[in-house]
């Protein structure tokens, strides 16, 4: 077991955002859990586990970078080039000590780097034996993504680390296994490894990428123009190379006669947690978030409870962080706890005004679900649907200061009147344009508190 200082493990918080009050009758609660993961935290050998680091070291990780290298890469043949160097620019930017390896994937799976079903560790000399190796790859072959996640887990499980990472670049569909196939592949790798997830050009499926994305607890996005792969590998790399701690929970325990109705990642991106469940003991259960590095997330728990009468109150939910430990078990991280609080009033101002963060986030989530339902409608060809949903999109990205995704929807539709949510669909899209506007679709803004 590592030891640990107090003084540079992060130190995670836990603040609760919500109207506690409900009418007489009232059952749905609602709550913002804002989570915080911050260095130089208090964390000390009380929660000593191998999913933390050794003091002064940074994480011990392990990351694989799995290339597309299917015959679609050599159109233009600058792709494969670009891919090449994007993935020696990420090679340069990992730290000494990391394992790694380098996938080339077809509608097979091979170790491009170093080979032998092993992972090498990162010194200057093999860095610089990974990048003479990519000189080999070449484009040729179909596309069968989930052998290539099956060999990534393998390689990666193969060492002795707490942070395992993948990186996935991909230019086309998954036309060489069946969904089924890829959905197993996803199952098996769950919550054995993190996975950032990229299409470069135009021809690949937007909710294939995404879902890998999802089911890993990675990101997901387009690099239109391949000549942008290596700035966005250099700066995955980077974010990976940041996180601290693997395999953090959001534990939701709640009492007698409760129901949680749903969890779901609000912010930065949007993603709905509820189905990923682990029951944890008597009424408690575990919701997956992924590795974390300095930073902050937001979840939107909604609770169903019992009726009461006024002047009653009750804990809904209390909301806790826990690791796993080597032995199995969970620990939680100490100071990362909120409570879920319910209260019945007859004030009818305070049991019918929304928190402002829930208020917020329930406009970000409506965002993301309208501008896929609006691009699905357009492609179908329903353009008065199309036209509707890409409308109250705009309202919604107007209305909560999402500027980027306001940016974005412009380049679909023309924008007649953002506040009121009227809008013409463009005659013409760039097909960039729109898979730019689907990937990105699930970017939030923060609440200003």
Not at 176 to 187: N, R, V
């Amino acid at each position: 077991m590592a030891n640990f200082s107090k003084s540079n493990v992060p130190q995670f918080s836990v603040d609760v955002y919500q109207n506690e009050y409900l009418p007489e009758g009232g059952r749905e609660v609602n709550a913002i859990v804002t989570v915080s993961a911050t260095g130089g935290g208090t964390i000390g050998s009380a929660v000593a586990s191998p999913h933390l680091y050794t003091a002064g070291q940074g994480p011990d990780a392990a990351v694989a970078v799995m290339v597309d290298c299917s015959g679609s890469m050599d159109y233009p043949p600058t792709k494969m080039r670009n891919a090449r160097d994007a993935t020696a620019a990420a090679i340069d930017t990992l730290r000494d000590g990391v394992h790694f390896a380098v996938i080339g994937g077809t509608h097979l799976a091979k170790e491009v780097y170093p080979g032998g079903g092993r992972l090498a560790v990162a010194d200057a000399a093999t860095r610089d034996q990974a990048k003479q190796a990519l000189r080999r790859l070449s484009a040729g072959g179909g596309t069968a993504i989930g052998t290539w996640l099956r060999l990534a887990d393998r390689l990666l499980s193969s060492a002795d680390v707490a942070i395992r990472h993948g990186i996935l670049l991909t230019d086309g569909r998954n036309e060489h296994e069946k969904p089924e196939d890829l959905k197993a592949a996803l199952d098996s790798c769950a919550g054995r490894f993190t996975c950032d997830a990229r299409g470069v050009g135009t021809d690949w499926e937007v909710k294939e990428v995404t879902g890998i994305a999802s089911a890993l607890l990675g990101t997901a996005d387009i690099v239109a123009d391949p000549a942008a792969l290596s700035a966005d590998f250099t700066q995955m790399m980077e974010t990976a190379m940041g996180k601290e701690v693997a395999d953090v929970s959001l534990r939701l325990w709640t009492p007698v006669g409760t129901e949680i109705k749903f969890v779901k990642q609000v912010a930065p991106t949007v993603g709905d947690l509820t189905d990923r469940r682990t029951e944890a003991g008597p009424r408690a259960g575990d919701y997956p978030t992924g590795s974390w590095g300095d930073e902050s997330r937001d979840y939107h728990v909604c609770v169903q409870v019992p009726t009461a009468g006024v002047g009653q109150e009750m804990l809904a939910a209390r909301v806790s962080l826990v690791i796993p430990q080597a032995d199995g078990s969970a620990q939680a991280l100490p100071g990362a706890q909120g409570l879920v609080r319910a209260v019945w009033t007859d004030d009818m101002v305070a049991s019918t005004s929304i928190n402002p963060q829930v208020a917020h986030y329930t406009g970000q989530a409506e965002l993301a679900q309208v501008i896929q339902q609006g691009l699905d409608l357009r492609k179908s060809g329903d353009v008065d649907g199309a036209t509707a949903k890409l409308g109250r999109a705009v309202q919604l990205a107007s209305a909560s200061g999402n500027a980027d995704t306001a940016k974005l929807l412009a380049k679909v539709v023309d924008v007649v009147d953002a506040a009121a949510g009227t809008v013409r669909l463009k005659a013409k899209v760039e097909e960039a344009d729109e898979m730019t506007l689907e990937t990105r679709s699930t970017k939030t803004v923060r609440v200003k508190k």
